[in-house]
């Protein structure tokens, strides 16, 4: 525990930085003593004073940190520290940190039971974060600057962080966004290792301090008139796993973040072997391409107009936020998780912490732009990069990466791609990738990459698994030595860099090589190929999708058609509503590149946890069960109906179908029933073609929404299973609380009665029946949700031609016996076990490839 001193020359200042400092941490149990100006009342500091306020604090059993305002309160300070006993002195600090700014963050650091070390850190790195840059315009006057009172309302949260990515790149982006969204002072602070409060309005904050891994504690402090609100909604986001929750595979029940590997030994030299950490399995097989980054030299000038300067600053940030926007919008195309990671880049860029940092320091030193750039980065990368975690590490390429486009802009050069302009296919081979650096890669030459820098949640990393790259990081620098040309064998599986393999060698892997590559090829030549069963029985195989390139992947990868269009794509990163016009050729090139092929659209399904810039919404304690989703379109007719007539317009020769999300109850249906009429009559008068008659469907993801499936089958033509919420109401179960994570089985066998009862009674009523949610492209889900009777499977595209090898293996027969054993069982372990036993045996007995592999 640590106790403050504060010394001033005056008495009532250091009694109002003590006062200032407690209300600002909310109240204090730890002693926070001010020692002040002299006996007689005069500017000055007292020896006296100053020893015995420490004397107070070293006997209570505290720690000390003392902050002192001018050089001779540092002096006699100095004085009394070398006059106390040397046990004590061991355990009193001078720290040089801003006597205000250090106060507050040293006592609210200690009031989170930071020990001394932590707690000078706070008070001392209180000094990067500059006041007055973040004030646009002159200081207002003092009337009506905000004034702090014992009065102003505080709320404390500690949680724990659900979500397997944590709190960083878009989970942490998602959060500053939400805390902009109140006036209260917001902080928050990774409690489970100490670290010292950050802005949570402030990305670079919230990135270099209050980032945490899954199942980690953090802090969150609001102080303000709206503090109970701020914490309500922010507790509720984090609870929520930020939205993440749904994207995980339930049935693979992933831990915690890994601990970072150490890669196994050297093994031989030049011409032998390295071993590195696993990244992205696979084989691969090709001449070395050796990867430097370019740089650019910034001439140390002075800049001769400062306003100009900035000027060019601000355009250089403003291009660069639209390259990283354009690069993000590529990537979320195939894989929306991952582009986060240029989100997180995008936010950085827009960060006061940052940018006006940049600006003070031209107006302040006159320096080129580029020179101000490198100065701020340069302070941001080495704070990241003296981080206690592998996370830190992340967020120090980030910034590094983001420095370079910046610099690049700055001085004028062209963007150079050497990674995207192979002549042959390469083995890339680099100290490390910036995530830029790996998303420009021509995947069509690439076969393997290999870094000396990375861990198996690096970027590169990351994007190699999602583009099936093998890869291998942490590596000998010495593979930075192997000549341009030189072939080398990788194996992604182990991690083994071979470099001019032998000729027995290099049969084997090519071998290796070529029976993964014969497997996946028998999956996908058959992925266009119905899936039906050995007794001729046919499903549908649809996929989940998000946009145009989505949708080109679900066709090429074999999907008959689209069971889910999440239309949020539209609707999130942006400062207005999207117009129906724009809404309208959105779908409609959806619709083209499907063909023939159905294309499922849900209805906008979003909600508090998910802000809309052009839409306030209240906080809510729980906006998963809050006002989202159709419960939010039904009431903003403004947000509902030109979606409505643009998917109407869309179907015009088009196999479009609509689909209302989160529906409850009866008479919610009859209300979206009546709205896509008022949309039709609204484009008949208006003499707009439309689709007169176009199938409209549910999605059942709530309890109540199943158990009245009787009630709701005759009002619409189809429904669609939402497994992910489904499993979380039914078992009344936050996916998003760490403490509750076992109970979150879709595999429970109350789940699998109830999706067997929608089905059921679903075709009493002769409606299609879907799933669109984790579970239809779960191999061992598969089999089971066959046997009850689905109709429709829709699912990520990559996971299709798997699926549909499947399907074929199995007759109806088979798979009705494997639901009747299913449902006799009393447990989600009993049935997730029973289900690997049928694929591994379906897969031993050669009716199924090891394509679908059994995790």
């Known amino acids: ?17 003590c006062e200032v400092a407690l209300q600002m941490a909310g109240g204090s149990s730890i002693p926070v003593l001010p020692a002040g100006g002299t006996e007689d009342g005069r500017l000055g500091t007292s020896f006296e004073r100053v020893h015995n306020a420490l004397e107070r604090v070293l006997e209570q059993g505290y720690d000390a940190l003392v902050l002192a305002d001018l050089g001779s309160a540092v002096m006699v300070t100095q004085m009394v520290l070398e006059a106390l006993s040397p046990d004590w002195q061991k355990r009193v600090r001078l720290t040089s940190a801003p006597l205000v700014e250090g106060a507050i963050a040293a006592v609210v650091a200690a009031s989170g039971g930071g020990d001394l070390d932590t707690v000078q850190q706070a008070a001392e790195q209180a000094l990067a974060i500059s006041k007055i840059p973040e004030l646009e315009g002159p200081l207002p006057p003092l009337a009506e600057m905000p004034i702090a009172t014992p009065e102003r309302v505080e709320e404390i949260a500690e949680l724990i962080v659900p979500n397997p990515t944590g709190l960083h790149a878009r989970p942490a982006s998602l959060f500053v966004q939400t805390a902009m969204r ?73 831990g915690a973040q890994p601990e970072p590997e150490t890669p ?25 391409f050796q990867y430097r980054p370019p740089t650019w030299q910034t001439e140390r000038r002075l800049a001769s107009d400062a306003e100009a300067e900035i000027s060019r600053l601000r355009a250089a940030l403003e291009q660069a936020r639209q390259e990283l926007l354009a690069l993000q919008q590529e990537i979320a195309a195939q894989d929306p998780q991952t582009a986060r990671i240029f989100e997180f880049q995008r936010m950085m860029l827009e960060d006061p912490a940052l940018t006006k940092a940049m600006e003070e320091r031209i107006r302040q030193q006159m320096p080129s732009a580029e020179i101000a750039a490198e100065e701020v980065f340069s302070e941001w990368i080495a704070r990241f990069a003296q981080g206690d975690s592998e996370l830190s590490q992340l967020r120090a390429a980030d910034v590094q990466d983001v420095h370079r486009r910046l610099t690049r802009i700055l001085v004028g050069a062209e963007e150079q791609d050497p990674l995207g302009a192979l002549d042959h296919p390469v083995i890339v081979v680099a100290r490390d990738l910036t995530p830029s650096d790996t998303a420009r890669l021509d995947r069509t030459k690439v076969r393997g990459i290999c870094t000396v820098g990375g861990g198996v949640t690096s970027h590169v990393a990351i994007l190699a698994r999602m583009w099936n790259i093998p890869a291998i990081v942490g590596l000998d620098e010495r593979v930075l030595e192997i000549a341009d040309g030189t072939v080398v064998a990788i194996d992604g599986e182990t991690g083994l860099v071979e470099v001019n393999p032998s000729p027995e060698n290099l049969r084997k892997y090519e071998e290796s090589r070529a029976r993964q590559e014969a497997l996946a090829a028998t999956a996908l030549s058959r992925a266009h190929q119905p899936a039906i069963t050995q007794n001729g029985h046919q499903v549908k195989v649809f996929a989940n999708i998000g ?63 998910k802000p809309l810039p052009y839409l306030p919404l209240p906080p809510e304690a729980n906006p998963f069960l809050g006002v989202r989703a159709i419960r939010l379109t039904l009431r903003h007719p403004g947000l509902f109906q030109p979606q409505l007539r643009a998917i109407l317009r869309a179907s015009v020769e088009r196999n479009i179908w609509v689909m209302f999300p989160m529906v409850s109850t009866r008479d919610e249906v009859l209300q979206a029933l009546e709205a896509l009429e008022q949309a039709k009559a609204d484009l008949e008068r208006a003499g707009i073609p439309y689709a007169k008659e176009i199938p409209v469907g549910i999605m059942v993801e709530t309890p109540a929404a199943a158990i009245a499936a009787d009630l709701l089958a005759p009002l619409v033509d189809f429904f669609s299973i939402g497994s992910n919420d489904l499993t979380q109401y039914v078992l009344a179960c936050d996916r998003g609380n760490e403490q509750l994570r076992s109970l979150y089985q879709p595999l429970d066998p109350t789940v699998i009665r109830l999706i067997q009862h929608v089905i059921e009674t679903a075709h009493q009523y002769g409606k299609h029946v879907g799933l669109c949610g984790e579970l ?74 090891a394509s679908a592999r059994v995790e």
Not at 1 to 17: P, R
Not at 548 to 572: K, P, Y
Not at 797 to 816: H, V
């Open 1 to 17: 525990m640590v106790g403050i001193v504060i010394v001033a020359h005056s008495e009532q200042l250091a009694a109002g930085v």
């Open 182 to 254: 109140f006036r209260a002072e917001i902080t928050v602070q990774n409690i489970s290792h100490n670290r010292p409060p950050a802005n949570a309005k402030s990305m670079m904050e919230v990135a270099s301090r209050g980032t945490a891994w899954q199942g980690e504690r953090i802090r969150i402090v609001a102080r303000g008139e709206d503090a109970v609100e701020a914490i309500r909604t922010l507790r509720a986001l984090v609870e929520s796993g930020f939205g993440e929750m749904e994207e995980v595979s339930p049935i693979s029940s992933p």
């Open 264 to 288: 196994p030994p050297v093994e031989g030299g030049m011409e032998g072997r390295w071993r590195g950490i696993p990244a992205s399995s696979g084989i691969a097989i090709a001449p070395v």
């Open 547 to 609: 946009d145009v390139a989505s949708a080109r992947e679900a066709v090429n990868s074999g999907a008959e058609g689209v069971g889910l269009l999440r239309t949020e794509f539209l609707f999130v990163d942006r400062a207005t509503m999207p117009e129906e016009e724009e809404q309208y050729k959105a779908y409609r090139a959806i619709a083209d590149v499907l063909g023939s092929r159905p294309l499922i659209i849900r209805t906008l399904d979003i909600g508090g946890d």
């Open 776 to 849: 239809a492209g779960e191999p061992i889900a598969i089999p089971l949700l066959l046997g009850l009777g689905l109709d429709e499977f829709s699912m990520t595209p990559a996971a299709i031609p798997y699926a549909k090898e499947l399907i074929r293996a199995l007759s109806m027969a088979d798979a009705r016996e494997i639901a009747r054993q299913a449902l006799l069982l009393s447990s989600a372990a009993e049935t997730t076990q029973y289900l690997k036993d049928v694929l591994r045996n379906l897969q031993e007995s050669g009716r199924l490839g």
